[in-house]
């Protein structure tokens, strides 16, 4: 059997304060968080065979959610 990675929850907002306060919240219920200031630092990190979710901010610059979605 083959171990799985744990999922991962993805946080990705221009806000500093936004990021690190719902990182907090989700790591209280044993999540795993990364969290990232800007879409493009995301991508470079980011790998198509991860497992979990992406919780993104709308209004960034450079890169807007729904455009990194």
């Known amino acids: 059997m083959t171990p799985t990675k744990p999922a991962v929850v993805w946080i990705v ?19 795993s968080v990364r969290d990232f200031a800007s879409a493009g630092e995301f991508l470079a990190e980011f790998s ?16 807007t959610g729904i455009e990194l979605l």
């Open 13 to 31: 907002d221009d806000v500093e304060s936004v990021r690190k306060s719902l990182g907090a919240v989700l790591e209280t219920a044993d999540l």
């Open 48 to 63: 198509p065979e991860a497992v979990g979710c992406v919780i993104v901010d709308h209004h960034m610059p450079d890169m």
